[in-house]
């Protein structure tokens, strides 16, 4: 049973977070045995325990699985309505789509009630250690940004929705002010607009993840005129048609409110947009948005529009479990690790050389198992991918994370999220990963960033279509101030395609390398701005989320390219071979 407590209590949190992180290693054990003691009885694990609960003999017979290898046994739930106990003994009640993060695949991921509290209990932990850092917080409010899809049923008669709309529409309780609105454009419109009246109130503003946050701004400068206009005469816009929406609009724009709409106008009219965040709410401590691993790239443009306000990345989750805590939330973003908090789950880690293609963990290898450690045997300095065993049905699952220890809270593992698992790009036989690209597209950016560039976003796919192959990387780029089109210089931009190649592995180099000639010049196509906009309404019209989206960084889906092939405004190739030795 986990405790309950107030998280504006940060007495009492901070004693609760001290003591379980005091005893990480003990306290796995314990969620070990409950899970087994309560599962041990589902068809999967009989299959390989026979009915029976021991650690060891768990440790030694269940295989290290990926999403593909039990899809079989969720489907068998999620479409012929079998019961929950084939894969645990908690009763199933929703399923949640993975957004599959940058690999574009959805997963759908079995919840319990209980795992809803034992959710509800790491977010209170949170809570704790903000409230901890940032005093003050509840004397205002929280401008927290939530879209929700409609609920779909499978044909097994489950619920199938996102992590952040089931912990939205289970708890509305909790979170009585929010505008719960099926369309985006309204709800988002209606959200900021309740924002705006209440600009002094505001303490913190925030979303789930970096490029949500993005896509908000955008919509805000696209709309701000409207929604002033709203304030001065009292008036929600004609075309705000949803109940919800209007009904909480109402509550607090009641009456004509000129001084506040010139206020508004005021800021927004400048033509610089850097700081809007910190000018239009003033009082705002802190912008609460993920923004490590691939939310990285986000970094440099978040921070264009917060004027300086620490942007926290609070909480390391996915819809199979959550896993972590940020313990100094006002740390540099580039210097954020979790905690992992040991009574979410059990955690085994896979070790990762350093240097190693994280694809070359073969990924059915018997003797994988071998290799695994428990959470209180991880060594700073190491990579692992982690594998996590839930109460809900999930065992020696592959999360497809790669993290690497940083530190310790007490005896709790400290990790820092590093990249996928996932190859984003190959030709012939080279594999570049997540990471490996968006570090290049890091160094490359050095070129640009001093003319006053940033890049907005971005993402690739391996053009095969000639031969040889080549990657083909799409840049949205923004000046500061904004720019629409800003000029781009060819030289300049072809040397970024150079440095990006020179900055990828050995073998894309020796593959590159003329006299063998595997893969082509690496192009970058610029594309025009709001292009990765019109992508992410794209992912979100095919069902993805605007909570979870995350940019794919590899693009499969021929529509995907062809709505970024048609706003390109530039393109540019390497025209230098990559030097070997460096
Ligand atoms: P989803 O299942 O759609 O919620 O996506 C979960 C995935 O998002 C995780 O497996 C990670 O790859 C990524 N993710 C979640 N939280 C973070 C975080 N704090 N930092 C970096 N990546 C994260």
Redesign the pocket.
């Known amino acids: 049973m986990l405790p309950t407590f107030d998280p504006t209590d940060t007495e009492a949190g901070s004693r609760i977070l001290e003591d379980i992180t005091s005893n990480a290693g003990h306290i796995q054990e314990q969620v070990l045995e409950e899970i087994l003691t309560k599962n041990a009885s589902t068809d999967y694990l009989k299959g390989f325990l026979n009915g029976h609960s021991d650690k060891g003999l768990f440790k030694n017979k269940v295989p290290v699985v990926d999403y593909e290898d039990i899809k079989i046994y969720i489907d068998r739930i999620a479409l012929d309505g079998e019961p929950s106990r084939i894969l645990t003994n908690e009763s199933i009640t929703e399923l ?6 940058s690999g574009g695949k959805q ?1 759908w ?1 079995p919840k319990t009630a209980e795992e809803g509290e034992r959710r509800a209990f790491i977010c209170c932990l949170r809570d704790t250690v903000l409230n901890r850092y940032l005093q003050g917080l509840s004397d205002g409010k929280a401008l927290l940004f939530v879209l929700i899809n409609p609920d779909i049923h499978t044909p097994g008669g489950l619920v199938l929705r ?2 952040s709309e089931s912990e939205i529409k289970n708890r509305k309780d909790r979170y009585p002010q929010f505008i719960l609105c099926e369309d985006t454009n309204q709800s988002l419109y209606s959200q900021l607009l309740c924002g705006l009246v209440q600009r002094d109130a505001i303490v913190s503003v925030g979303t789930f993840f970096a490029s949500g946050l993005l896509r908000i701004i955008k919509f805000f400068e696209e709309h701000w005129q409207e929604m002033s206009s709203n304030i001065r005469t009292g008036q929600i816009s004609a075309w705000i048609t949803d109940p919800n929406c209007k009904r909480a609009v109402s509550l607090i724009l009641s009456k004509q409110m000129p001084d506040l709409a010139d206020s508004i106008d005021l800021v927004c009219q400048e033509k610089s947009w850097e700081g809007i965040i910190k000018k239009i709410w003033p009082r705002t401590k802190y912008v609460l948005a ?1 923004i ?4 990285a790239q986000y970094i440099p443009a978040l921070e264009f529009y917060t004027g300086g306000l620490p942007v926290v ?1 609070s ?6 479990a959550f896993f972590g805590i940020n313990m100094k939330p006002l740390c540099s973003p580039y210097d ?1 690790s ?1 905690t992992f908090i040991p009574n979410m789950a059990y955690y085994e880690f896979l070790p990762i050389d350093n240097h190693q293609d994280p694809n070359c963990t073969n990924r059915k290898d018997a003797h994988l198992k071998d290799h695994i450690v428990d959470l209180a045997n991880v060594k700073i300095g190491q990579h692992y991918e982690l594998l996590v065993t839930t109460f809900t049905g999930l065992y020696r699952y592959r ?3 790669i993290l690497l220890v940083t530190g310790f809270h007490n005896s709790t593992p400290q990790f820092k ?1 590093v990249q ?1 698992t996932n190859v984003v790009l190959s030709i012939h036989t080279d594999k570049t990963t997540e990471q490996d690209l968006q570090k290049a597209v890091a160094i490359a950016m050095q070129i640009l960033q001093p003319l006053g560039f940033f890049l907005l976003d971005y993402s690739s796919y391996a053009d095969t279509s000639s031969i040889p192959g080549h990657y083909v990387l799409f840049w949205e780029l923004q000046l500061r101030p904004n720019d629409d089109t800003p000029e781009l210089d060819q030289v300049k931009m072809e040397k970024c395609c150079s440095l990006v190649e020179q900055s990828l592995d050995q073998k894309y180099k020796w593959l590159r390398n003329q006299s063998i000639s595997a893969i082509g010049p690496l192009e970058i196509r610029v594309v025009k701005q709001g292009t990765f906009n019109v992508l992410m309404d794209f992912y979100v019209s095919q069902g993805t989320s605007l909570n ?1 989206y ?1 940019t794919p960084k590899n693009i499969k889906s021929e529509k995907a390219i062809v709505i970024l092939d048609s706003r390109v405004v530039g393109k540019f190739y390497s025209r230098e071979v990559p030097n070997q030795d460096s």
């Open positions: 949640l789509k993975s957004s599959g993060t997963k991921i996102t992590a993920t490590t691993g691939s939310m990345s909480l390391y989750g996915s819809s199979e954020v979790y999360m497809e994370d999220f996928r979870q995350k």
